[in-house]
């Protein structure tokens, strides 16, 4: 079966930094990434990376622009970096993956697998 396992979520005071990873299985993806959604708020597009062969391409919120970085670990694993953490940025944290290239803004990719959600939560 199809999992993608997230990990790293926590407590963390504001200003400081914790590293979310997803780890794939079950299958091959060609995009992942990253969404929020908070308590009585909508899902919101975090980043995401997308690759074929050796070329990869990523994206990341205006909000968390300068704050968060996505990267590629392996094959199937992408992990975000967040840094300069804030209490907005509290929310449950859902990986999402992609099988197959897509030409896709990665906001907007239809992302076909998502993990359980991890929480994040930053004190003031």
């Known amino acids: 079966q199809v999992q993608l396992q997230e990990s790293g979520g926590g407590l963390v005071q504001s200003g400081g930094s914790l590293k979310l990873s997803c780890v794939g299985s079950g299958r091959s993806f060609n995009a992942m990434g990253w969404f929020r959604q908070a308590p009585g708020k909508e899902r919101e597009f975090v980043a995401a990376?997308?690759?074929?062969?050796?070329?990869?391409?990523s994206a990341r919120a205006d909000s968390v622009k300068d704050r968060f970085t996505i990267s590629k670990d392996s094959a199937n694993t992408v992990s975000l970096q967040m840094n300069s953490l804030k209490p907005e940025d509290t929310a449950i944290y859902f990986c999402?993956?992609?099988?197959?290239?897509?030409?896709?803004?990665?906001?907007?990719?239809?992302?076909?697998?998502w993990g359980q959600g991890i929480q994040v939560t930053v004190d003031s």
């Open positions: 999402a993956a992609k099988s197959g290239w897509t030409g896709q803004a990665l906001d907007r990719i239809d992302y076909t697998y």
């Open positions: 990376i997308k690759w074929i062969s050796a070329r990869t391409f």
